[in-house]
């Protein structure tokens, strides 16, 4: 096994847990409703975070692209930009789902469309910052 595959392995071993981490921290915030947890968004934004960097050092660029808008998102809830009501957890919660089948494919990972999955980002972003909610 060359050290690049053991990075990889490693990545991915790592990320099916994040991946989880962040489930489990959209579940939660769904759950509070408007009572929103500094701590809960910080440690979802932080493991999406690690994602989406340790998919750039290994040019997973699927990966690190969802990755990158999910953690933008949730910058904005950690900012109070976006307050996160059903919709958006639900896009969340499918994006992490979209993460893992990447990763579930890591080697075919960039042939693997995320358009839809962008395209339901890219839309929270606007209602947000159209104050649209």
Request: proline share 1%; glycine share 4%.
């Amino acid at each position: 096994m060359t050290t690049t595959d053991q990075v990889l392995q490693v990545f991915t071993e790592e990320t099916a847990e994040r991946l989880s981490s962040i489930e489990s921290g959209l579940l939660k915030l769904e759950a509070d409703g408007n009572q929103i947890e500094d701590s809960v968004v910080h440690g979802i934004f932080r493991d999406a975070h690690s994602v989406k960097a340790g998919a750039n050092l290994l040019k997973l660029e699927n990966v690190e692209t969802l990755a990158h808008k999910l953690e933008n998102i949730l910058e904005m809830v950690r900012k109070g930009q976006l307050m996160p009501d059903d919709q958006t957890i639900t896009v969340l919660l499918e994006t992490v789902d979209k993460l893992r089948e990447l990763m579930d494919r890591v080697d075919e990972s960039d042939s693997i469309s995320i358009r839809l999955h962008e395209a339901m980002l890219n839309m929270v972003v606007q209602k947000a910052v159209s104050g649209n909610d």
